[in-house]
């Protein structure tokens, strides 16, 4: 291996251990914060429906996301990448949505209690999976051209961006903790 593949070998790394060091650090910042803020109560509602949407969002991109960037890597034609690319985003937003709505119906229909209108939190969620959805397919042109280093700064921006907006939308929220 040559000195230059290995230093970009050791910066790719480094690049994935901030990110990751960056969004565990976060966590015990912001969960304390978030519990004293919005009570145990409103918490376990919060946590339910990050889980909903972690899961809806898993399910919608149905793997799309390891395919693109296989099929990216594979060539060097940049009219061919930017079909993959546009075929990627134009079928995850589709299923971000159909997913979504699924997911909603889901949770109406158990009689979830979100302590919020349904129809505030569906938009939340429907906005949320698309957006995500359209990032993860950008990150995967990323890691298919082999550029995950930008992929991975915009991850750390993301991941702050996210844990900002949290703590804001929480305390806007008006739910105040005991």
């Not at 938009?123 to 995950?148: A, C, D, K, M, T």
């Amino acid at each position: 291996m040559t000195k230059s593949k290995r230093n970009t070998l050791f910066e790719s790394a480094g690049f994935v251990i901030i990110s990751k060091l960056v969004l565990l650090g976060s966590g015990f910042i912001v969960t304390p914060l978030l519990t004293r803020t919005l009570g145990q109560g409103a918490f376990g509602v919060f946590t339910f429906v990050v889980a909903i949407f972690g899961i809806i969002r898993l399910v919608s991109m149905i793997g799309f996301f390891d395919s693109l960037r296989k099929h990216i890597a594979e060539t060097n034609d940049i009219d061919i990448i930017s079909d993959y690319f546009s075929i990627g985003l134009i079928f995850t937003v589709i299923s971000g949505v159909i997913v979504s709505t699924g997911g909603i119906i889901i949770m109406v229909y158990t009689g979830a209690d979100i302590g919020a209108p349904a129809a505030s939190i569906a938009l939340i969620i429907v906005f949320g999976v698309i957006s995500g959805n359209v990032y993860q397919i950008s990150r995967s042109l990323f890691h298919g051209i082999q550029r995950e280093q930008i992929s991975t700064k915009i991850e750390i921006v993301r991941n702050i961006l996210y844990l900002v907006l949290t703590v804001i939308g929480g305390v806007i929220g008006g739910v105040q903790g005991h």
